[in-house]
């Protein structure tokens, strides 16, 4: 006999989840009964301040849809922790144990008339959605791996020029090029296994929802999109506007020698080579190299003081602080141990590093991908040049 349900609590909501099983060590999510992971804590509490700045934008209450919702923590989160911001909050999952979980944590938070639990397929319920008088504001897909097998239904399902989708991706494996083959069928691009993977990954992920979009003569704006603890999380909203993504999409070429690359938009054609050492460059994309957040959005988003007790608010608003400065730098960041490991270099400060490159009239930053990776546009020669007068110092 397995265990009965038993209360947790994340943010300031009371919700119930079945508990491991004796014979697990520790907290497996996905063998628990119904899924949940309180490691994805920081992304739900990020889709509280995103609904909370959809709320505000809209100036209206929110009709929102959790096609694969677990034991439903996040819509009862989103309707307990922002109380009266929506209609109604769909909150789905095929297991039909989950099912009823959903409905007792919809009770427990008192959300009956704006909690509804339904036990569908995730795209089946997206469907529903997909005519023009019932589209919602906001949908969030997060499942495991792959959220692809969802886009086409979600972004059907989503209101035009104001709604937001939120889908989360942990397949990282796949889309940092460990599984190319895979890579390719799903999201239609070439990866490769570079220092900087997490970044490629997050414009692979965005490249392909914008080609998901693009079949419904749709255009993506994405809002916030980021990487953490192993995951992708992208937010984004869709407009009836004329395509224009052929500009957005490239390819990054990639010297597996001195860590050149360069980026290519789909529609030029570059030579193959290095320009710095001449090896063959590796190939990968097609790739967003656009912007990858909205700084007005963010903006909003941070401004709604009210939401600073959730328990990741000071790990999000980092986040959320970094990416707009990320926004203005040529895609693709530096991994400076790799670099120096490269050159058989001593590794310098990461800061002192930034601070040189400064001095010498270039833009550096640090990014959220990683903490030993630097964004510049110095061109590589040059940053390795300034690597070596550090190194020399040390
Ligand atoms: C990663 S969990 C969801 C976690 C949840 N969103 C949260 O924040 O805690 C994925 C869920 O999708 C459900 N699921 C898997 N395939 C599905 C499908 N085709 N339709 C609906 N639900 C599905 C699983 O039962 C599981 O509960
Ligand atoms: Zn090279």
Redesign the pocket.
Known sequence: MSAEPLLFKEGKTLFKIYPPEKKDKGFVPTNLK????PR?VAN?DLSIMVCAALRRKLGRSITAL??????G??GVRLGHELENFFNAIIL????PV?YSIIKENIEINHLRGVGYAFNE??NFIMNLFAHRAWRLDYIDV???GSPIPYASAAIRAAKFNSSILAFTATDMSVLCGVYPTKAFSKYGALTSRTEYSHETALRILLYRLSLTAGAFELTIKPLIAYYMDHYLRVYFSVFKTPPHTINQVGYIYHCTKCLYRSTTLCVENKSLNCPLCGSKLVLSGPMWIDKICDEEFIKNVLSIKSLDYLPSYKQLKNILTTLPIENTMPPFYYDIHVLCDLMQLKVPKIDVLIDKISVNGFKAIRTHFSNKGVKTDAPLDVLKQFLISLSSEL
């Open positions: 119904v899924f949940y992971n994805m739900r959790e096609p694969l919702s677990g034991c923590v996040r789905n999952d095929i297991n989950a397929e995730a997060d499942p495991f």
